[in-house]
Each structure stands twice: as structure tokens, then as C-alpha cells.
């Protein structure tokens, strides 16, 4: 194929990674059992990982081609633009809402609609990734992407435009599932063992990268509302909308990041369609070689699987509600009477830490095998002492201090984001052979599930003015 590693001794286009005799393959298969069970941490003997008569002869030979980084580069591209286009609107609040006349529901709709798309859909693109593969589902997901985009560029005024605005973050929302899990399925079929974590990392914190992204374009990109007036001969004039001036640039500026988001996505799905392969030729591991339980059964048995939901429920509410509150930050932090570009500043520092903590802190998961569940309870414990800090300055109990506001919030998003990739890697390890896009996707849609919970609480007038 002419991108695959080079054999040292035979320069024969591949390296066996695993004899292909068959004592040392079953010698490397009990190596590969033993590993991922000091990965996880779990006793091997209750690990099934490779059921008696998968490994076909065919498959004993592995080899680790250089276009997996290609592979992932593209997903990863695609994640990324998926996230910011779901963040478009809440670093832009105080913009939108002048222009559309929204409010807070609006904008938290908006954020919301991420959750409910994931929860209906889940299933059915958990079934994609493990029936169909993982060009299927990725290129449905960038189509679904290119669409969502599209339709927000079609009009500005308002009624119409806050439709379109709507279905296209439903759209949108669609293709979260294949986004959010299908990194833990790419890592598998084209990373070898001791890669797989660090790749899972980068397709995973990369979604929030784009997040992260968002709290910067946007408010770089669109005005904020100006409470100027204009003077006329000594007269103030205003707008319908108060003193503010600048509505038709905002609209303006508005547009043009809708053009921009779109044509950029535009770009990432023709580089989808001309080449993402749903796996190598040859499998990078003995266990990538080995047959998936049935989607059906896999569903079935998951959710009978205690160790999964030991990590599954830690993760699901740590990170459902912390990535919620922070798509809607600029609404959160009105009452400090924090600006909408400061807070773009806050969620973009505190989601871009977390991203580069899940890769850097998964790569020295990958090397020191064994400690995944220490690395994981410090995490958390990190995490609990960063939002207790967080809240006592939001509710003045310390006097408040901008520097200890962004330090408490920059260090939840590294405790936080950062251990998205070790629980991935540890409920898939935990689980095999069920299949990754059955795991990752009940993983995933517990997130979505408690950051809708989050999220629908800003829908209920009373609650948040009572709060």
C-alpha cells in the first residue's frame, strides 16, 4: 500500500507485529489479554477477550499503516466543526438575542437540541458503526453536519431565520452520536493497543476543541450590542430596540460566520467522500481481528454489565452537566456582570485545558498500563474540589477575585474534559467484545442525557429567576 511500517529485518512492505505461527499467535493472544487487563485494571480472568474460534487464520498477520493519521485527522476535522457549530450561539447571547429578539430559553433550546437529537438517535447510529462501518457513519454524520450548516445561511430575518436556525442545529445534533463515539470504534479497527487510548483521546477532547473554538469566533467575528446613541442636531435617536445602534452589522456579522461554519464543513465532507475507509486491509491487533458480539445481543448484554455502569454513571454526570453549563456560560455568568466577549475567553481557556489534558494524561495512560482507575479517581477528585471552588466565588461566600474565577474554572475543565478518554478506553477494554459503537454510544448518551436534565432547567422561566 506503500504508507504501512517497513519490516527491519525483511523489508517485505509490513511488519509482523504477531507471528503468524500458530503457537505464537496464541502466545500473543494470551500477551494481548493479559495487557488489556492490566489496561483497565479488571481481573483478566473475567475478561473475555478473545472468544475460542474468532481469530481466523487470515487475520494473524497485523499490520500498522501511517494513513490511520490520516484517517483520524479527518474524523477528528469533522468532530470539531460538529462542536463549534453547537456552541455557535452561546458565546454570542447578548448578539443573538438583539437581533432575534430571543431569550435565554432560546439559546439554551439551541444547546438543548444536541442532547435530544443524541437520545433519539443514539440506537440507531450505534447499530450504523457496528452493521455498516465506520465510512457509512461518518459520512452520514458529515452530510448531517453540511446540512445543519447550510440551512442557517439561507435567510436573517427573524421568524424564518430562528426556524432555520432550529432545524439546523437538529440536524446538527443528529450527527453527535458517530462524533461523540466513534472515535473508541477508530481507534480499534486502525490503532494498535498501545495507541489506542492516545488516539480515542484526539477523536474524543477534539469535539470540545471546537467548542473551545466557538468561544472565540464568535464574539471575534460578531459585535457586541452598542449601548451608544446617536446624536442628530442635539436629538438621541434610538432603534426599536432600545439605544442600541449596531443591530445591522450584528446581523451582518452574524451571517457571515453562518457562510464561513458552512463552507468550511463544505470543504471537510468532499475530503470525507473522496477517501475515509471503514478499516485497513489488514487489522492492527489480534483483537481488532476479532469478531464483535452482535449488535442486538451486545445491546442486550450491556446493560446487564456492572462494571460498565460503575463507569459509566461517573462519567455521564460529570461530564453531561459540566459541557451544558458551559455551552450557556455567557447566561451563567450575566449575573457578575462578566461580558460576552470575557466569558467567550473563560469557556474557550477551561475547554481547550481539558482537551489537551485528555491527550497528554491518555498518552501516559497508554505508557503506564495498570494505573487507568487511579488516574481516574484523582481526576475526579480534582474535578469536585475545582466546581466547589468555582461556586463559592460565584456566590461571593470568598470576595470574588477574576483571577481565582478563572483558575477554578480552567482547572474544572482539565479535571473534567481531561478524563473523557480514559473513561471511554476503560468501559470498551471492560466490555469487549461487545462492540465499541454499542459502548461508546450508551456511554455517550448518558451525557446527553444529564446535560439535557441541565439544560431543560434554563427552559423553565420561574426556576431561573428564582435561582
Not at 503468524?20 to 492490566?38: K, N, W
Amino acid at each position: 500500500m506503500g504508507d504501512h511500517l517497513q519490516s527491519p529485518e525483511k523489508g517485505q512492505g509490513h511488519t509482523h507485529v504477531l507471528a503468524t505461527e500458530a503457537d505464537d499467535t496464541s502466545q500473543m493472544a494470551t500477551e494481548e489479554v493479559a495487557y488489556m487487563a492490566d489496561y483497565t485494571g479488571f481481573d483478566s480472568s473475567k475478561v473475555d477477550l478473545i472468544p475460542s474460534g474468532n481469530v481466523q487464520s487470515d487475520t494473524r498477520k497485523v499490520i500498522i499503516y501511517k494513513r490511520r493519521w490520516y484517517v483520524l485527522a479527518l474524523f477528528s476535522l469533522m468532530a470539531l466543526t460538529q462542536g463549534g457549530v453547537w456552541n455557535t450561539w452561546g458565546p454570542i447571547t447578548e448578539s443573538s438575542e438583539t437581533v432575534f429578539k430571543w431569550h435565554d430559553s432560546n439559546i439554551a433550546l439551541l444547546s438543548n437540541w444536541g442532547p435530544i437529537t443524541y437520545i433519539i438517535s443514539m440506537f440507531f447510529f450505534s447499530w450504523l458503526l457496528d452493521v455498516k462501518g465506520l465510512r457509512w457513519a461518518t459520512l452520514i454524520t458529515a452530510s448531517l453536519v453540511l446540512g445543519g450548516t447550510g440551512l442557517r445561511c439561507i435567510t436573517s430575518e427573524r421568524k424564518p431565520a430562528t426556524w432555520l436556525i432550529n432545524a439546523g442545529h437538529v440536524l446538527n445534533g443528529f450527527a453527535g452520536p458517530v462524533v461523540m463515539s466513534g472515535c473508541t470504534l477508530l481507534s480499534s479497527v486502525w490503532f494498535p493497543l498501545r495507541q489506542r487510548t492516545t488516539a480515542t483521546a484526539i477523536g474524543a477532547v477534539i469535539n470540545y476543541v471546537g467548542v473551545a473554538v466557538s468561544f472565540i469566533i464568535g464574539p471575534y467575528l460578531v459585535q457586541s450590542p452598542s449601548n451608544s446613541t446617536i446624536d442628530f442636531n442635539n436629538t438621541m435617536m434610538s432603534n426599536a430596540s432600545g439605544n442600541i445602534t449596531n443591530i445591522p452589522q450584528i446581523k451582518r456579522d452574524i451571517m457571515n460566520l453562518m457562510y464561513i461554519e458552512f463552507g468550511w464543513m463544505g470543504a471537510i465532507f468532499l475530503l470525507i467522500l473522496i477517501y475515509f475507509p471503514a478499516k485497513p486491509p489488514t487489522p492492527p491487533s489480534l483483537s481488532a481481528s476479532t469478531e464483535r458480539v452482535d449488535f442486538k445481543k451486545g445491546l442486550l448484554n450491556i446493560f446487564k454489565h456492572k462494571r460498565f455502569w460503575l463507569v459509566a454513571l461517573p462519567y455521564g454526570i460529570s461530564t453531561g452537566v459540566y459541557g451544558a453549563w458551559g455551552s450557556v456560560l455567557d447566561v451563567n455568568l450575566t449575573p457578575l456582570n462578566i461580558s460576552q466577549d470575557e466569558a467567550g475567553w473563560l469557556g474557550f481557556y477551561s475547554t481547550l485545558a481539558g482537551a489537551v489534558a485528555g491527550v497528554v494524561f491518555a498518552r501516559f495512560a497508554d505508557i503506564f498500563t495498570g494505573h487507568m482507575k487511579l488516574f481516574l479517581l484523582i481526576f475526579m477528585c480534582g474535578a469536585s474540589a475545582s466546581v466547589a471552588w468555582f461556586a463559592v466565588i460565584v456566590e461571593k461566600f470568598i470576595p470574588f477575585s477574576s483571577v481565582e474565577l478563572y483558575a477554578s474554572c480552567i482547572l474544572g475543565g482539565i479535571f473534567i474534559n481531561g478524563a473523557i478518554p480514559m473513561f471511554m478506553e476503560l468501559c470498551c477494554e471492560a466490555t469487549y467484545p461487545i462492540a465499541e459503537g454499542v459502548t461508546s454510544g450508551l456511554l455517550t448518551l448518558l451525557n446527553n442525557f444529564f446535560g439535557g436534565i441541565f439544560l431543560l432547567v434554563l427552559m423553565i422561566p420561574k426556576l431561573v429567576q428564582s435561582g
